[in-house]
């Protein structure tokens, strides 16, 4: 068993620290200060995403948002795009699974074949 208290790990602002990373899945902490964000994006894999300190909010392209603090939790869909900003300082857990995903850059080129990229 390995374990963390994600609100006292010393994580730099800015730099995503990945806790684990394997093919079911990857944890990685965010230190998002206040006012910056993740510009909108997606990733090839679903995600939840888990505000463990501050307050966020999120937003999609379609107008949907979601705002809170630590408790938060949203699920992306595979390519779903989306964009955090953070109200407040904040900490946000971010689940990938499987990792990588359909079609990610890191998997190997027969995978990424069979996946029609």
């Excluded at 510009?39 to 379609?62: F, K, N, Y």
């Excluded at 705002?67 to 795009?81: K, N, Q, S, V, W």
Aim: aromatic share 4%; net charge negative.
């Amino acid at each position: 068993m390995e374990s963390w208290n994600l609100n006292e790990l010393e994580v730099q602002p800015r730099q995503p620290e990945v806790l684990d990373s394997e093919s079911e899945g990857r944890a990685i902490v965010i230190n998002l200060p206040k006012g910056d964000r993740l510009q909108e994006h997606q990733v090839h894999e679903r995600a939840w995403l888990l505000v463990t300190e501050g307050d966020v909010e999120i937003s999609t392209p379609d107008g949907t948002r979601a705002t809170g603090g630590a408790g938060l939790l949203a699920i992306f869909d595979p390519a779903e795009r989306h964009e955090v900003q953070a109200a407040e300082d904040s900490r946000i857990l971010l689940v990938l699974s499987p990792w990588p995903g359909d079609g990610h850059p890191s998997q190997p080129e027969e995978v990424r074949e069979r996946a029609g990229e």
